[in-house]
């Protein structure tokens, strides 16, 4: 009975190198292989968001990407999917790094073979579904168990329709946690799992009707906000960091006391996501240059421009 092919989204700005790996997946004897190739990050995501892929195989030196931020981004829009980070770089740090970040596989270009790139995106298949069950939720994030970015993408289409109908607001909040890599670093990534846990639950409780909350991968999260006025929004997202911020974690023998900057905008009802995210993402970047541990707000709503 022939079998369905392995699905592959190889994301590599080099043509060489891309024609390598797609001619020794396609040649091998034992499995069909179907790749479809990505060369920016960008193109990549929007592939994944159309295409239920069964494996990534990731450059991770990249013209709109740099080393580990394409991983990051990837898995924020599905968590679901192994990685191979297939790099030009032998630095094993770089690939430790890697594996704690959640890569299945770190193989260096100019090592490899056939039958090494076979057994790295098969493995790296049945090792996720291990992990994650086959029934993992596409738009859901395995760790802390919130929507992700797939979702909340989603999400903002559906609410901006409903508040446009209503004539109600929308806001829109990246929240961010301060010095994160402090907390992995000083303390392992178990207990930087553990932190990232808690503070989904502090968000998934501080949700009101209709709002909904996501991981955006990494300590980014964030929070779409119906109903809520920018000045509204940036008064709960201030009050949610003071609680972060007053309560330490107890963590096994560990007492850790965190901070997270964010920023907050308010929707057009003609904006799209895109243009939504960028503008929240430069209040967050103002926020955290500004000193951290603090909410940044950019007004953007027409209808609720001051006169």
Same mark, same amino acid.
């Given at each position: 009975?022939?079998?369905?092919?392995?699905?592959?989204?190889?994301?590599?700005?080099?043509?060489?190198?891309? &024609?390598?790996? /797609?001619?020794? @997946?396609?040649?091998?004897? =034992?499995?069909?292989?179907? %790749?479809?190739? +990505?060369?920016?990050?960008?193109?990549?995501?929007?592939?994944?968001?159309?295409?239920?892929?069964?494996?990534?195989?990731?450059?991770?030196?990249?013209?709109?990407?740099?080393?580990?931020?394409?991983?990051?981004?990837?898995?924020?829009?599905?968590?679901?999917?192994?990685?191979?980070?297939?790099?030009?770089?032998?630095?094993?740090?770089?690939?430790?790094?890697?594996?704690?970040?959640?890569?299945?596989?770190?193989?260096?270009?100019?090592?490899?073979?056939?039958?090494?790139?076979?057994?790295?995106?098969?493995?790296?298949?049945?090792?996720?579904?291990?992990?994650?069950?086959?029934?993992?939720?596409?738009?859901?994030?395995?760790?802390?168990?919130?929507?992700?970015?797939?979702?909340?993408? &989603?999400?903002? /289409?559906?609410? @901006?329709?409903?508040?446009? =109908?209503?004539?109600?607001? %929308?806001?829109? +909040?990246?929240?961010?946690?301060?010095?994160?890599?402090?907390?992995?670093?000083?303390?392992?990534?178990?207990?930087?799992?553990?932190?990232?846990?808690?503070?989904?639950?502090?968000?998934?409780?501080?949700?009101?009707?209709?709002?909904?909350?996501?991981?955006?991968?990494?300590?980014?999260?964030?929070?779409?906000?119906?109903?809520?006025?920018?000045?509204?929004?940036?008064?709960?997202?201030?009050?949610?960091?003071?609680?972060?911020?007053?309560?330490?974690?107890?963590?096994?023998?560990?007492?850790?006391?965190?901070?997270?900057?964010?920023?907050?905008?308010?929707?057009?009802?003609?904006?799209?996501?895109?243009?939504?995210?960028?503008?929240?993402?430069?209040?967050?970047?103002?926020?955290?240059?500004?000193?951290?541990?603090?909410?940044?707000?950019?007004?953007?709503?027409?209808?609720?421009?001051?006169?």
């Amino acid at each position: 009975m022939a079998t369905s092919p392995i699905r592959v989204l190889l994301i590599e700005d080099s043509d060489v190198d891309a &024609t390598f790996v /797609t001619r020794l @997946l396609t040649s091998n004897p =034992e499995l069909t292989f179907q %790749v479809d190739r +990505a060369s920016r990050l960008g193109d990549g995501l929007v592939m994944l968001q159309s295409t239920d892929y069964d494996v990534t195989m990731l450059d991770i030196s990249l013209p709109d990407a740099h080393e580990l931020e394409s991983f990051e981004q990837i898995r924020a829009l599905d968590a679901r999917i192994p990685i191979v980070v297939f790099t030009g770089s032998d630095d094993e740090d770089m690939a430790l790094r890697a594996i704690e970040s959640g890569a299945q596989d770190f193989m260096a270009k100019g090592h490899v073979t056939g039958q090494m790139l076979f057994r790295a995106v098969r493995f790296a298949i049945a090792r996720q579904r291990k992990v994650l069950g086959i029934q993992a939720a596409a738009d859901s994030d395995p760790l802390t168990g919130m929507p992700n970015r797939r979702h909340l993408e &989603t999400q903002f /289409t559906e609410m @901006l329709v409903a508040a446009k =109908e209503k004539d109600a607001p %929308v806001s829109l +909040a990246l929240f961010d946690v301060d010095h994160f890599k402090r907390v992995n670093d000083q303390h392992g990534h178990f207990i930087g799992d553990a932190v990232l846990k808690r503070i989904a639950a502090l968000l998934t409780d501080a949700l009101q009707d209709e709002m909904s909350a996501a991981r955006f991968g990494g300590e980014e999260f964030a929070l779409l906000m119906p109903g809520h006025s920018l000045d509204e929004a940036s008064e709960m997202i201030d009050s949610t960091l003071k609680r972060l911020a007053d309560s330490p974690m107890q963590l096994d023998d560990l007492s850790i006391t965190v901070t997270a900057s964010a920023g907050v905008t308010d929707v057009d009802y003609d904006d799209s996501w895109e243009e939504t995210y960028m503008a929240c993402d430069v209040a967050l970047y103002e926020a955290k240059s500004s000193g951290r541990n603090r909410v940044v707000s950019r007004r953007r709503s027409r209808a609720q421009e001051v006169v």
